[in-house]
């Protein structure tokens, strides 16, 4: 089993998404970002669960899609990253231009 750790960036996505989500309803969001990471959550037995991200197509580099939003991670022997969480219009090119992310 992989440990799975979330990154300062992906915690702060999450707090983003649910900020959003909950001005139109609070246990929505609450409900939303539960159900979000318990997918992600999932990548502790299978961390191939993922397709390669296209953008970078590295092996380690992976992502799964729930909903509109994309948990792109990185994964080793016995861990996994949550690196983002990001809505799928957003370019993730162009947002790691801006806010780079530490890649082992």
Do not use: C
């Given at each position: 089993?992989?440990?799975?750790?979330?990154?300062?960036?992906?915690?702060?996505?999450?707090?983003?998404?649910?900020?959003?989500?909950?001005?139109?309803?609070?246990?929505?969001?609450?409900?939303?970002?539960?159900?979000?990471?318990?997918?992600?959550?999932?990548?502790?037995?299978?961390?191939?669960?993922?397709?390669?991200?296209?953008e970078y197509n590295r092996e380690?580099?992976?992502?799964?899609?729930?909903?509109?939003?994309?948990?792109?991670?990185?994964?080793?022997?016995?861990?996994?990253?949550?690196?983002?969480?990001?809505?799928?219009?957003?370019?993730?090119?162009?947002?790691?231009?801006?806010?780079?992310?530490?890649?082992?």
């Amino acid at each position: 089993m992989a440990e799975i750790r979330w990154s300062l960036t992906a915690e702060n996505d999450l707090r983003g998404i649910e900020t959003f989500i909950a001005q139109d309803s609070a246990l929505h969001a609450v409900d939303f970002i539960d159900r979000l990471v318990g997918a992600a959550e999932k990548l502790s037995s299978s961390p191939k669960l993922g397709r390669i991200v296209p953008e970078y197509n590295r092996e380690d580099l992976r992502e799964i899609l729930f909903r509109n939003y994309r948990v792109v991670y990185q994964f080793h022997s016995n861990s996994v990253t949550v690196l983002r969480v990001v809505h799928g219009a957003r370019d993730l090119t162009n947002l790691l231009r801006q806010e780079p992310w530490i890649l082992e």
